[in-house]
C-alpha cells in the first residue's frame, strides 16, 4: 500500500483536547524535525458473528487484509471475541455453504465444528484471530466495541477503541446524560487497564437517537462518525434534522463558542454487517476509513494519533499532506489521473450578526495543492475534497469519493 507523507516542516499543526478534559494543545511550530510518521488505513467499526454481522470474524479480517487496509477494530455490540461461543449453523447468518466456504479459505483445521448438542461452529477468539492476522508493520487488529445503549428508544452507541474488557452500557436520565456515563466508563477503563483509549459517538441520526446539541455537549471525548457506510444511518438528515456535515458544522460552533470544549472531529466508518451480497442499500464493508499519520502500527500509537487529530477521514480521495500554519490551511491532493477535484474550506465566523452562516463555505477551488489564507475571523476551518468519481459501492447511489480534514483554529 502506498505511503503518504506529510508536507513541510511545520505538519499538522491541529489543536485537540486531552481524554480527561478540554485543555487544548498545538504542537511547537518551532520544531522543525523531519516527521517520522506513516499513514496507515483502517476501519473503526466493524461487525461479524460475534453480534449482528453475517461473517465469521476470520473472514472479516480477511476481507480489510485483501482490501489492502492496515488495521481493523472489531466493534461488535456489547461484546468482546472472548471466550468460549458455539455459532448455529442453521438457513440463518451461517450457513453450510459460507462454513464450506471457510474450510476451503481456511482449512479443515482452522474451523471447529461440532453436531452436539446441536450443529454449530465455534467462533473464534480475538487472541486466536490476532495469531493469525497480525503481522508487524503490514496488518493489525485492535479489540473494541461497540457500546450499544438507548434512552427512551433513542439508540446511544458509542464505539471503544483499544479496549482490554467489556464497557457495559452505563444508561441515564437522558440521551446526554447516557452518553456522558457510557464515555466515562470507557475513559475509566482506559484508566484500569493503563492504555489509551478512543471513543466516537456512532451515526447519530440513526433512529433520530442523537441530535446536534447533545454531540456538541459530549464530555471527556471529541469524536463523532461524519460519515457511516450503514444505509439505515441517514447521513444525509431530512427536512427536519441536520446531515453529518451540517451537525459537524453547528456542534463545533456550539463547542467552541459557548460550551469551550474544543474541537470535534469526523471518522469515517464502514459499519459493516453484511460481506456476502455487495450493493446500494446493504450494509457492505469497504465504504469509509480513517487514514492515520502514526509514529508505528499499533494500537496504542494509533489511538494517540488520532487524539492529536492527525488523521483524516475519507471514502476514496487520498491526500499526500496537511499542512495548517499560522497564515493558511493546505491540502495536498493525491491525485489520479483523469479524476477531478473540488476543495472546500469550511468555517464558522465569530461575528454573531443575523447575516452569519454556521458552516460556511469560506473558499472553494479546485487547485491541487489547496490553500486557504485565514482571514482571522474564523472559529475555525476544516476542509472537504469531493472528487468527481462515483463511489464504486456507495451509502447512496450518486455518492462521490471524498476525504475530510479536520478542523483547526486559526
Not at 487484509?65 to 472489531?74: N, R, T, W
Not at 467552541?256 to 471518522?267: I, M, N, T
Request: overall charge negative; proline content about 4%.
Amino acid at each position: 500500500m502506498k505511503r503518504l507523507a506529510l508536507v513541510g516542516s511545520s505538519c499538522l499543526l491541529l489543536a485537540i483536547g486531552l481524554l480527561s478534559g478540554s485543555c487544548l494543545r498545538e504542537r511547537d511550530s518551532s520544531d522543525t524535525a523531519p516527521s517520522t510518521r506513516a499513514w496507515y488505513r483502517g476501519n473503526t467499526h466493524t461487525h461479524t458473528l460475534w453480534s449482528d454481522g453475517n461473517a465469521a470474524p476470520e473472514l472479516v479480517a480477511k476481507y480489510y487484509v485483501d482490501a489492502g487496509y492496515d488495521f481493523l477494530v472489531y466493534t461488535d455490540h456489547n461484546v468482546l471475541a472472548q471466550g468460549e461461543r458455539w455459532f448455529p449453523i442453521d438457513e440463518g447468518r451461517l450457513t453450510e455453504e459460507r462454513v464450506t466456504e471457510l474450510v476451503e479459505t481456511f482449512g479443515a483445521e482452522a474451523v471447529e465444528l461440532r453436531d452436539e448438542p446441536s450443529r454449530g461452529m465455534r467462533l473464534q477468539t480475538f487472541a486466536e484471530l490476532q495469531q493469525r492476522f497480525d503481522r508487524a508493520g503490514q496488518f493489525l487488529l485492535v479489540p473494541g466495541e461497540e457500546v450499544t445503549d438507548s434512552f427512551e428508544k433513542k439508540p446511544v452507541h458509542i464505539n471503544a477503541i483499544n479496549i482490554e474488557r467489556v464497557v457495559q452500557p452505563q444508561g441515564g436520565g437522558s440521551v446526554a446524560e447516557t452518553i456522558a456515563n457510557d464515555i466515562a466508563a470507557i475513559v475509566a477503563e482506559g484508566e484500569r487497564a493503563g492504555r489509551p483509549v478512543l471513543a466516537h459517538i456512532n451515526h447519530p441520526n440513526f433512529g433520530w437517537g442523537v441530535t446536534v446539541a447533545e454531540v456538541a455537549a459530549m464530555p471527556q471525548e471529541r469524536f463523532f462518525e461524519v460519515y457511516n457506510g450503514h444505509s439505515a444511518v441517514r447521513n444525509q438528515g431530512d427536512e427536519e434534522h441536520a446531515s453529518m456535515e451540517q451537525l459537524w458544522d453547528q456542534a463545533l460552533t456550539l463547542r467552541l463558542e459557548e460550551l469551550d470544549l474544543g474541537l470535534l472531529y469526523g471518522v469515517a466508518t464502514d459499519d459493516g454487517h453484511d460481506y456476502f451480497d455487495f450493493r446500494v442499500g446493504r450494509p457492505n464493508p469497504g465504504r469509509g476509513w480513517v487514514m492515520v499519520h502514526a509514529d508505528e502500527l499499533h494500537p496504542d500509537s494509533l489511538v494517540q494519533a488520532m487524539r492529536d487529530g492527525d488523521f483524516y477521514a475519507s471514502t476514496g480521495v487520498n491526500l499526500e499532506g496537511i499542512d495548517a500554519s499560522e497564515a493558511r490551511l493546505s491540502v495536498d491532493i493525491a491525485a489520479e489521473e483523469g479524476v477531478q477535484y473540488v476543495t472546500r474550506f469550511i468555517g464558522t465566523r465569530r461575528s454573531a450578526t443575523s447575516e452569519r452562516v454556521v458552516g460556511e463555505v469560506l473558499f472553494e477551488t479546485s487547485a491541487n495543492p489547496a490553500v486557504y489564507e485565514y482571514r482571522g475571523d474564523e472559529l475555525y476551518v476544516r476542509a472537504t475534497i469531493v472528487s468527481d468519481r462515483d463511489h464504486p459501492n456507495p451509502y447512496a447511489a450518486g455518492d462521490k469519493e471524498t476525504a475530510w480534514v479536520q478542523p483547526v483554529r486559526p
